[in-house]
């Protein structure tokens, strides 16, 4: 089907494991953001890229890597996960001009670390 | 640096009220687009509205209206008749918009509004 999608949905983690979130787009859109959401803080970004293997930090990177080596993929990666990276973790798409079109968020991972 | 506010965390109304959900923003930059996003139960983010900088006019879709106001670097939201299933959580977001860049979003920290019956 055509859209954003993100795996795993739910994922349940110890503390320094490495942990990876995938994020697919058919779209063909250039923009491709992450972002967690925390009660009291709202959406806040971690990383964005404007096309394929250009990616750049957003408000709360550390601690996270991504990497963007096909359009359609923007995978997210906390390499030794922490309790305060409990979050859901959305990805999201925009085709293009900036600021001009919505973003399209895919229905989030829910991420526990014990 | 951009900013959203939501002073109102949580609100409860009775079904067929009316409620209006605020959202004042700061930004430098002279061109910038404003956005509205539904979070109902099951979690994901739905769009439901984006305004430039340069269109002050106010919107309506159904039971649903905006008001943008640049004077008070406001863009509220108003349901009329408020229904259960408008009951979620609502974000107002602010993108700057410079040519040739990421469009990042600068989200609010949300309102939860339940309506009950």
């Known amino acids: 089907d055509a859209g954003i999608t993100q795996s795993p949905r739910y994922k349940i983690t110890e503390t320094g494991r490495q942990v990876t979130l995938m994020c697919h787009q058919t779209?063909?859109?250039?923009?491709m953001f992450w972002y967690r959401q925390d009660l009291g803080h709202g959406l806040r970004l971690i990383y964005y890229?404007?096309?394929?293997?250009?990616?750049d930090k957003g408000e709360v990177p550390d601690g996270y890597v991504v990497s963007r080596s096909k359009t359609e993929n923007f995978p997210l990666t906390l390499e030794s996960a922490t309790r305060s990276q409990t979050s859901v973790y959305f990805c999201?798409?925009?085709?293009?001009?900036?600021?001009?079109?919505?973003?399209?968020f895919g229905p989030g991972t829910r991420l526990t670390v014990l | 640096a951009q900013k959203v506010t939501q002073a109102q965390t949580e609100i409860s109304v009775v079904e067929k009220e009316d409620v209006t959900l605020d959202c004042v923003y700061e930004?430098?930059?002279?061109?910038?687009?404003l956005f509205w996003y539904k979070q109902p139960p099951s979690g994901e983010l739905v769009f439901l509205i984006r305004?430039?900088?340069?269109?002050?006019q106010n919107e309506i879709s159904g039971r649903y209206s905006w008001n943008f106001q640049k004077s008070t670097s406001s863009f509220n939201f108003t349901i009329t008749a408020s229904q259960v299933v408008d009951s979620a959580v609502y974000f107002c977001?602010?993108?700057?918009?410079?040519?040739?860049?990421?469009?990042?979003?600068?989200f609010g920290t949300g309102t939860r509004l339940q309506v009950t019956l």
């Open positions: 305004r430039n900088s340069f269109d002050e």
């Open positions: 977001a602010l993108s700057e918009a410079v040519t040739g860049t990421a469009s990042k979003l600068t």
């Open positions: 999201a798409s925009h085709p293009g001009l900036a600021g001009y079109n919505e973003q399209f």
């Open positions: 930004t430098r930059d002279t061109t910038y687009y």
């Open positions: 890229s404007a096309a394929a293997d250009i990616t």
């Open positions: 779209w063909s859109h250039s923009y």
